[in-house]
């Protein structure tokens, strides 16, 4: 059915009249990077005196929130103060980098507490603060768990990994999250780029038929990727088809002259075949998009609270849990490296690829998560 309207930006074909939601995502994007320090001042304050809405979810406290963490990294200790006294440990990552006072108040209210849930809300809380007095203090419950662990399913360590970091059984920190972050954001054609998402391959996959992907091409020896620690091309390699129907994570290898060889995969199901359900023209839309890497770092969050970003570095929107992958070769948390929404690159589809490597390893991870 032809559908009567167009976005007039990007043409896409509509039912109602106006922005499609990604142009109109972009914009409203725009427009809060360009709000004055008096704007951003009254957003501040506003969130203070209306706190506890936070906890309920309410608009347009929610909202403010996520623009101010998100695109102006503008929470201020005085915001995370009033959370404290309020009792508000939603979201979490209100207490991002909180100051020694605060962060003692989340210690005192996570030891005093008896209560399963209210524990992992607060062990939530005290990863996204995430100084050592946090780490000492939950390595001290991994060590000497209190009763209300028997309620919880992971571990304080866990725990720590929603914060963007982990440690070990000796209390050694583990970052798991890189301080840095860029966008991917629509170039112009043939724009030289140190990252593409998914570029062509002629090898197809043994469960579907469909054409492999290179997901994520990155040279990690541009300027503004030298804070990934890579001297050459980082190459992630998939079925886009059946990364989302896989028993756990895609893994390849890659080498830095751009080399990448596929590991062997198992679908969920235990079957050896599946389906190919991505169209000759989805996969041209594939590896045909317009993103090239961003020419200046954005706040660490600011793909964290929206699904139409896809980012390198920083943290990532997860729609479920934070999920590191193990390293299958050296056993350790492998680190967050990008996402990509793949609406964003295949219209109508569903959900996020996570990509994480082991920089030791030079291996490669891919997990899709969707609600």
Not at 150 to 168: C, E, H, M, R
Not at 342 to 365: A, H, K, N, R
Request: net charge negative.
């Amino acid at each position: 059915m032809k559908l009567k309207y167009q976005c007039p930006i990007c043409g896409t074909p509509l039912r109602y009249e106006g922005l499609c939601w990604k142009c109109q995502s972009e914009q409203n994007r725009k427009e809060i990077m360009e709000w004055t320090t008096e704007q951003i001042k009254e957003k501040q304050n506003g969130l203070i005196k209306n706190i506890q809405k936070l906890n309920d979810m309410e608009d347009p406290e929610l909202t403010d929130f996520w623009q101010l963490l998100s695109y102006r990294d503008a929470i201020t200790p005085e915001i995370q103060r009033a959370a404290l006294a309020a009792e508000v440990f939603w979201p979490c990552e209100i207490y991002y980098r909180a100051p020694a006072d605060v962060r003692d108040g989340l210690i005192s209210a996570l030891l005093e507490t008896d209560n399963s849930h209210e524990a992992g809300i607060l062990m939530s809380c005290l990863a996204m603060q995430g100084d050592d007095k946090a780490l000492e203090t939950l390595l001290e419950l991994e060590r000497n768990p209190r009763p209300w662990r028997k309620g919880l399913y992971v571990d304080p360590s866990n725990y720590a990994q929603i914060g963007g970091w982990t440690f070990d059984k000796e209390g050694h920190r583990t970052q798991l999250n890189f301080d840095t972050c860029y966008p991917m954001v629509k170039g112009d054609p043939d724009e030289a780029t140190p990252v593409r998402i998914g570029r062509a391959r002629e090898d197809t996959c043994p469960h579907c038929g469909c054409q492999m992907v290179d997901m994520l091409v990155l040279d990690g020896r541009d300027e503004r990727l030298k804070f990934l620690g890579l001297d050459g091309i980082l190459t992630a390699t998939c079925c886009p088809n059946c990364v989302g129907f896989l028993k756990g994570p895609a893994f390849n290898s890659f080498t830095l002259d751009g080399g990448a060889k596929v590991f062997p995969s198992e679908l969920f199901d235990g079957a050896e075949k599946t389906d190919c359900y991505v169209r000759s023209e989805d996969y041209k839309a594939l590896t045909e998009n317009p993103f090239v890497l961003g020419k200046a770092p954005v706040p660490l969050f600011y793909g964290a609270g929206c699904e139409d970003v896809n980012t390198v570095g920083g943290f990532a929107n997860w729609v479920q849990d934070a999920e590191y992958t193990t390293c299958p070769h050296c056993g350790k948390p492998m680190k967050y490296l990008a996402q990509i929404q793949w609406d964003t690159v295949m219209d109508g589809t569903e959900g996020t690829l996570y990509i994480e490597f082991c920089p030791e390893c030079q291996i490669v991870s891919m997990q899709h998560q969707q609600t």
